[in-house]
């Protein structure tokens, strides 16, 4: 029997805190949750489930790394959604590249402004 309740956060490192929280609340909807004072600019959001995506503003200690052109073979963390269609064209509409899962399932990968990795999975419990 394990010990681990689930997953709580994931963060991701960022040049432009500000750039990227609202990256992720117009492609996801995202809302902003309350973050005390740090010492570093950044955001939590709001995933559901008692889960969020922290966003640190922070030099980058991959800098000069170069980063596989599909998200799938990078880090990543992955979101269950009802529906990877309605993603698809708001990537689309917005000029977003993405690339298909290459496993066959109903999913996505994305790359934010900063080369950040996610994937979009098609869930259906």
Do not use: C
Request: proline share 5%; net charge negative.
């Amino acid at each position: 029997m394990t010990n681990v309740l689930g997953l709580d956060h994931v963060s991701i490192l960022v040049k432009d805190a500000e750039r990227s929280a609202q990256f992720y609340r117009t492609l996801l909807g995202l809302e902003i949750l309350p973050r005390p004072d740090l010492g570093f600019p950044g955001y939590w959001l709001d995933l559901g489930a008692e889960q969020s995506l922290h966003i640190m503003q922070l030099d980058n200690p991959n800098a000069g790394t170069v980063r596989p052109e599909h998200g799938g073979r990078d880090y990543h963390f992955a979101l269950r959604v009802v529906s990877i269609e309605s993603f698809k064209a708001r990537l689309e509409n917005e000029g977003i590249a993405y690339t298909q899962s290459r496993s066959g399932r109903k999913a996505l990968f994305v790359k934010d402004p900063d080369e950040n990795a996610f994937e979009l999975f098609e869930f259906h419990s």
